[in-house]
């Protein structure tokens, strides 16, 4: 005999629970939150379309003048009042979250202040949102109202149709226990149909929501490029300062130091004194010798002269100098097209110096795989870089302090991004920590816009 043994988890009844959720929809808080939704918009309708009237019609008869643009651009801005609080009803009672745009950039002189309020695009979206919004909710709400009021008129029709006068009855043969129980199943059904009538139109209005009142992937790209630009500087004025003062402290002090035991052995020698002349002579010399290995770090960090014969060479010379054992495999495809442009070859050198000494000091990595190569794409080609080291793991990216400062990987993050690259971390606590990055290959003579994305001293 098979014995049959009970899942707990299992329904008692033969319905399915997509069965079950469909009968609970109509006494959901989700449903009644989604027809208040709509009740909302459909008060917030008419004004709304008198608003986008307005707009057009300012605009129009604007145009042959030019104070007049000012109160059409101040009415197409204040779209995007409107579109912020379609946002706000669309989240507190769709669950519905749609970040806001890109805010307006200050534009200065007259011309530019005015194109930019008359050409914003976010206000014409929101205005375009308003307009395409009011049948979807006419059409939603009435479907859902239509259906709500019939469905529960039909389920209580037993109970008040006596009070009818017999022209708005219904015909009397259904005035009997079959007949009501016919009607009254008949409401419960579309009851239980209502709300995927409703949810249509609400899913419509969704969609309308998060294309016209939400940022644009172009516009987020663009303020993504802005901002990790501007750190890019700010690290670059930062990288300039930090040079200026190990000049300052460091290799200027050794020099100053060098001139004055110089000066003292010169004074010995005119007095005829040769007693400490030798003395301060080698001790010169050291200090000389240190200043001289100061500029050249210094120069490195600025620089590293080993890119002067390619990224091949620069990358190999750094796995030789590296702390640990570094494996470096470079597709000879990447310069096979020529060389890459300067900043992006200090971009892929630098990222990749600084991995491998966040590797050596902080992850306690014994080893480090880097591999670089070119994929083409149809638009120039895409470096792939990928560092891996089997060290500890559970590396994070610290956002900016505030202080200006971008270093680790906050710092290669914002780098690699100046150029329109990608950054991508994966550090499970344990290792390995794998740092996969691409980047345009641009080509030297062609690196145009991506001249901003400088290189830094790692």
């Not at 707009?55 to 197409?76: K, R, W």
């Not at 020099?255 to 001790?283: C, I, K, N, P, W």
């Amino acid at each position: 005999m098979k014995t049959m043994t009970l899942d707990p988890r299992a329904p008692r009844s033969g319905r399915r629970p997509g069965q079950a959720h469909l009968l609970r929809a109509p006494s959901s808080s989700v449903t009644w939150r989604s027809y208040g939704y709509l009740w909302l918009m459909l008060l917030l309708g008419p004004f709304a379309l008198a608003y986008v009237l307005v707009t057009v019609a300012v605009t129009a008869g604007a145009a042959v003048t030019v104070v007049g643009l000012f109160l059409a651009g101040g009415l197409v801005v204040g779209g995007r009042w409107w579109g912020a609080l379609y946002r706000r009803l669309a989240g507190h009672l769709l669950d519905t979250h749609v970040a806001a745009p890109v805010p307006r950039r200050a534009r200065q002189g007259f011309w530019q202040r005015l194109g930019g309020a008359l050409g914003d695009p976010v206000g014409w979206r929101a205005l375009l949102f308003m307009l395409a919004a009011l049948p979807v909710t006419l059409a939603g709400f009435i479907v859902s109202t239509a259906c709500l009021v019939l469905g529960f008129g039909s389920v209580t029709y037993w109970s008040w149709f006596w009070s009818l006068p017999p022209e708005l009855a219904m015909d009397s043969s259904w005035h009997n226990p079959a007949g009501l129980a016919l009607v009254a199943l008949g409401g419960l059904v579309m009851l239980v149909l209502w709300p995927l009538a409703q949810s249509g139109f609400v899913a419509l209005l969704r969609l309308l929501t998060r294309v016209l009142l939400g940022p644009t992937a172009a516009s987020l790209r663009v303020a993504e490029l802005e901002r990790s630009r501007a750190g890019t500087v700010e690290d670059a004025d930062a990288r300039l300062r930090r040079i200026e003062r190990d000049l300052h402290d460091g290799t200027q002090a050794r020099l100053v130091a060098v001139g004055m035991q110089l000066g003292e052995a010169r004074e010995q020698l005119a007095s005829g004194g040769t007693d400490t002349v030798g003395e301060l002579l080698e001790v010169a010399h050291a200090s000389t010798k240190d200043a001289l290995a100061e500029l050249r770090e210094l120069a490195r960090g600025i620089h590293p002269p080993a890119l002067d014969s390619g990224l091949a060479v620069a990358l190999e010379t750094l796995a030789a100098r590296a702390p640990l054992p570094v494996t470096a495999d470079i597709d000879p495809a990447v310069e096979a097209g020529g060389r890459l442009a300067p900043a992006i070859e200090s971009i892929v050198y630098f990222s990749i110096a600084e991995l491998v000494t966040n590797a050596a000091k902080h992850a306690r990595a014994s080893r480090v795989h880097v591999r670089v190569e070119a994929v083409a794409d149809g638009r120039g080609g895409v470096l792939h870089l990928q560092v891996r080291d089997d060290g500890a793991g559970g590396a994070t990216v610290v956002p900016p302090d505030g202080s200006g400062l971008r270093s680790g990987l906050a710092g290669l993050a914002e780098r690699v991004g100046s150029v329109d690259g990608t950054f991508d971390l994966s550090s499970p606590v344990g290792g390995p920590t794998v740092v996969t990055m691409t980047l345009p290959a641009v080509r030297a003579g062609t690196a145009g816009a991506h001249r901003t994305g400088t290189g830094g001293r790692a």
